[in-house]
């Protein structure tokens, strides 16, 4: 008999591992291993017993964001994201899953099996395939290739070793929904790091995830998306398992499914690359689907989805998707996708439990309302089965409020002050029903402006500077400002409702003194407007570090000794805008990075770092770089690197962001390396490094009334650090003085 079967074959080499994992390879005998692994494989060729392996990794039933064997998802960065158990999702018929509140940047968390050393993942062993479940916010959008994927690091399991292993990339594009995405990778990764050649299926010589020691999951923060921060995922139902029947892994990968309700699917799948290449370009798709598992045997006898076949999705490297709806609205939908231009065999599946989840209504509290003014909030509803029905089973709305049966939808115009406590009943598809106790509360339109207090001109440049203020209320956001008392040619916004305000403003001359009003106005429309202040910007007087060229030839330096370029290998130069360098291959903005090495040379307390960038894009871009002076390879969170200021960039415009350094930071150093931190393809330019040296730092001018205001200060607190004029880290008559000496009225 010939083993053709792959399924087989790797069966053997995984129980030999598994074997010497448990250490109990050396203590039987040759004859008794093979003895016992060909009858393994007899059985599962014969159809005696099922080849297939099943670990869950994680499902969060024990209430414990640990696994059964140490392992834990931890945050990328402490700052970025906060992980708890959530009671009120759970995939997949349980009951809790991983909360990830994403505070800022991206979401990025990591599974990490043992803090100290890069010890196996045990539940991968004799497995070859991962799965999960993730939900991302219901408007997150597509990219044109991938907008999320799942770093792995693989080792030879039978060599004891401290390493992570080589580093491979799982790419995947999922859309936003109501119900969360169930992935599914295979052992064919698109990507492996530092390289650009095709993958292959299982690329190493041992089995991809029995060497598995960690890996992470991200959720790519596209310039275009209109999710704001923070933002709610959920991920639960984490497992390692085996196939029983061979699948196409070799262009068919990293598969996802996206439920919408009332039978709408989206399956997404790449191929064997992350960059286009001869294995599957141009290839056509066929996806069929089921009420019952689909073989390789039965799958022309299942029904072909609406739409099929299916080509690469507009403008991707190697990704392909198929949109659908088919009359399958309860239980579990199966899928295969069969590549109608490859010579395999094969079809590769998934699978989605509709009834993931109970019937919630997720609503916990509405809005006020104002009497005369319209209103309009709906109820929020996840799992069941749609259609939904929604009723007041107790209570009453507030008089000249409706609910929507069919939408959940509450509108109207109230015309009596009150609060109404109510009950909401929705009811799904399948009878199955859950209530929330609401109130709505009508009161008297808003007609007190808010108030504006400590208003300041900070982080004064030669081009720039920060006006902060705040307000008693949550309101918005405005500076008017120009060069002449009451002369205000430019404005600044910020549509955001808060209390603590800060605007910067760009385009500024060097040199020059302006006078600036700031206004914010409520959600009622009640509008406030400050006095009038002033700043005088600084006289330019910077040293050019390095001006990035549309090459390294036509790089510029400004400092001796200071002319070695350095930057990542996925970073390049480009003749766009002012020309510079920017990401060129993949998007990862963690990996971005460029400056220039030296001599060693003094960096003073106040001395700042300005880099220029060019926005690339038809949309305004929000970002915050780093800066290292220690590190010259990529931003790994464990070396030294600074927050740069968060700089907007206007569509096809130039804007710059800086570093003051400190006395922490203050020293001698032979490198300014400086990372985007924003996932971009060719869209963010870093066109110069400049170097402000402390003797060039700007004073503030102050008028009466914000010298009154941090006099005061001083008086009453004498340690706010809006008194802290000359940032010395002490508040104190010296501060007085500098406030003094530079009033002008």
């Known amino acids: 008999m010939i083993l053709e079967n792959k399924s087989m074959i790797d069966l053997i080499?995984?129980?030999?591992?598994?074997?010497?994992?448990?250490?109990?390879?050396?203590?039987?005998?040759?004859?008794?291993?093979?003895?016992?692994?060909?009858?393994?494989?007899?059985?599962?060729?014969?159809?005696?017993?099922?080849?297939?392996?099943?670990?869950?990794?994680?499902?969060?039933?024990?209430?414990?964001?640990?696994?059964?064997?140490?392992g834990y998802f931890r945050y990328y960065a402490e700052d970025r994201s906060i992980l708890t158990l959530d009671a009120t999702q759970g995939f997949d018929n349980t009951d809790q899953s991983l909360n990830v509140n994403t505070l800022m940047d991206n979401f990025h968390i990591w599974w990490i099996q043992n803090d100290i050393e890069r010890t196996l993942i045990p539940e991968g062993l004799g497995c070859d395939r991962m799965s999960f479940f993730i939900k991302i916010p219901d408007n997150y959008p597509l990219d044109s290739d991938y907008n999320f994927h799942v770093g792995t690091y693989t080792r030879d399991p039978e060599i004891p070793s401290n390493i992570q292993g080589q580093h491979y990339y799982h790419y995947l594009n999922i859309q936003g929904s109501d119900y969360p995405t169930k992935i599914v990778l295979n052992q064919h990764p698109q990507h492996r790091t530092g390289s650009s050649d095709t993958i292959e299926d299982n690329p190493e010589t041992w089995n991809y995830y029995d060497g598995f020691t960690r890996f992470y999951m991200i959720l790519l923060p596209l310039y275009e998306c209109p999710i704001s921060l923070?933002?709610?995922?959920h991920v639960d139902e984490v497992k390692f398992y085996s196939i029983s029947e061979p699948e196409?892994?070799?262009?068919?990968?990293?598969?996802?499914?996206?439920?919408?309700?009332?039978?709408?699917?989206?399956?997404?799948?790449?191929?064997?690359?992350?960059?286009?290449?001869?294995?599957?370009?141009?290839?056509?798709?066929?996806?069929?689907?089921?009420?019952?598992?689909?073989?390789?045997?039965?799958?022309?006898?299942?029904?072909?989805?609406?739409?099929?076949?299916?080509?690469?999705?507009?403008?991707?490297?190697?990704?392909?998707?198929?949109?659908?709806?088919?009359?399958?609205?309860?239980?579990?939908?199966?899928?295969?996708?069969?590549?109608?231009?490859?010579?395999?065999?094969?079809?590769?599946?998934?699978?989605?439990?509709?009834?993931?989840?109970?019937?919630?209504?997720t609503t916990s509290s509405l809005p006020e309302a104002i009497i005369g003014e319209a209103y309009s909030q709906s109820v929020s509803v996840t799992g069941g089965n749609t259609p939904y029905s929604y009723?007041?089973?107790?209570?009453?709305?507030?008089?000249?409020?409706?609910?929507?049966?069919?939408?959940?939808?509450?509108?109207?115009?109230?015309?009596?002050?009150?609060?109404?406590?109510?009950?909401?009943?929705?009811?799904?598809?399948?009878?199955?029903?859950?209530?929330?106790?609401?109130?709505?509360?009508?009161?008297?339109?808003?007609?007190?402006?808010?108030?504006i207090s400590n208003i300041q001109a900070t982080?004064?440049?030669?081009?720039?500077?920060?006006?902060?203020?705040?307000?008693?209320?949550?309101?918005?956001?405005?500076?008017?400002?120009?060069?002449?008392?009451?002369?205000?040619?430019?404005?600044?916004?910020?549509?955001?409702?808060?209390?603590?305000?800060?605007?910067?403003?760009?385009g500024l001359n060097e040199n020059t003194t302006y006078y600036y009003q700031v206004s914010s106005e409520d959600q009622s429309s009640n509008n406030t407007n400050s006095a009038e202040y002033s700043f005088t910007t600084a006289v330019e007087t910077s040293t050019t570090l390095i001006d990035f060229g549309d090459s390294e030839a036509n790089n510029a330096y400004g400092l001796e000794n200071w002319s070695t370029p350095i930057k990542d290998s996925y970073t390049n130069y480009r003749a766009i805008g002012p020309g510079g360098t920017?990401?060129?291959?993949?998007?990862?903005?963690?990996?971005?990075?460029?400056?220039?090495?030296?001599?060693?040379?003094?960096?003073?307390?106040?001395?700042?770092?300005?880099?220029?960038?060019?926005?690339?894009?038809?949309?305004?871009?929000?970002?915050?770089?780093?800066?290292?002076?220690?590190?010259?390879?990529?931003?790994?969170?464990?070396?030294?690197?600074?927050?740069?200021?968060?700089?907007?960039?206007?569509?096809?415009?130039?804007?710059?962001?800086?570093?003051?350094?400190?006395?922490?930071?203050?020293?001698?150093?032979?490198?300014?390396?400086?990372?985007?931190?924003?996932?971009?393809?060719?869209?963010?330019?870093?066109?110069?490094?400049?170097?402000?040296?402390?003797?060039?730092?700007?004073?503030?001018?102050?008028?009466?009334?914000?010298?009154?205001?941090?006099?005061?200060?001083?008086?009453?607190?004498?340690s706010g650090l809006e008194s802290d004029v000359n940032n010395d880290g002490v508040v104190n008559t010296r501060d007085l003085g500098i406030m003094m000496s530079n009033w002008s009225e």
């Open 13 to 70: 080499s995984r129980s030999v591992v598994i074997l010497r994992s448990k250490n109990l390879f050396f203590s039987l005998s040759s004859s008794v291993i093979i003895i016992a692994v060909f009858a393994v494989v007899i059985m599962g060729v014969l159809g005696f017993g099922e080849s297939a392996r099943a670990e869950t990794l994680i499902d969060y039933e024990n209430g414990s964001l640990f696994s059964a064997s140490g």
């Open 582 to 718: 920017t990401i060129t291959s993949g998007s990862n903005g963690g990996y971005n990075y460029q400056g220039v090495q030296g001599t060693s040379k003094q960096f003073s307390n106040e001395d700042v770092i300005k880099v220029n960038w060019y926005n690339n894009s038809s949309n305004a871009i929000t970002f915050t770089p780093r800066i290292s002076f220690t590190d010259s390879d990529r931003y790994d969170g464990d070396s030294v690197w600074y927050n740069m200021t968060t700089t907007t960039i206007q569509p096809n415009s130039t804007a710059y962001s800086d570093y003051a350094i400190n006395s922490s930071s203050a020293g001698d150093y032979n490198l300014v390396n400086v990372n985007v931190n924003y996932d971009n393809t060719e869209v963010l330019i870093c066109d110069n490094v400049k170097l402000m040296e402390s003797s060039s730092s700007p004073s503030t001018t102050y008028t009466i009334t914000n010298f009154i205001n941090l006099v005061a200060n001083w008086l009453t607190s004498g």
């Open 230 to 233: 923070p933002f709610i995922s």
């Open 248 to 361: 196409n892994d070799e262009t068919i990968n990293s598969i996802s499914c996206t439920y919408f309700g009332d039978g709408t699917f989206q399956i997404g799948w790449h191929g064997s690359s992350q960059y286009s290449d001869g294995n599957c370009d141009d290839h056509t798709f066929e996806v069929r689907y089921s009420t019952s598992p689909i073989t390789n045997a039965d799958y022309a006898s299942t029904v072909i989805v609406p739409g099929s076949p299916f080509s690469q999705y507009p403008s991707s490297y190697n990704f392909w998707q198929a949109n659908f709806t088919i009359p399958i609205t309860s239980g579990t939908a199966y899928f295969a996708i069969k590549d109608l231009d490859s010579a395999s065999p094969y079809v590769s599946k998934i699978d989605y439990p509709i009834d993931y989840m109970d019937l919630s209504i």
């Open 391 to 451: 009723s007041i089973i107790s209570g009453s709305l507030p008089n000249g409020l409706n609910l929507n049966s069919n939408t959940g939808l509450i509108s109207g115009t109230p015309t009596q002050i009150g609060t109404s406590n109510f009950t909401i009943q929705v009811t799904d598809n399948d009878s199955s029903t859950d209530t929330q106790n609401l109130s709505i509360t009508v009161n008297n339109p808003d007609t007190t402006p808010p108030t």
């Open 459 to 506: 982080n004064i440049l030669s081009e720039s500077a920060t006006i902060t203020w705040t307000t008693n209320e949550n309101a918005n956001s405005q500076v008017q400002y120009g060069t002449s008392p009451g002369g205000y040619s430019n404005t600044e916004t910020d549509s955001n409702y808060v209390t603590s305000h800060s605007i910067v403003i760009y």
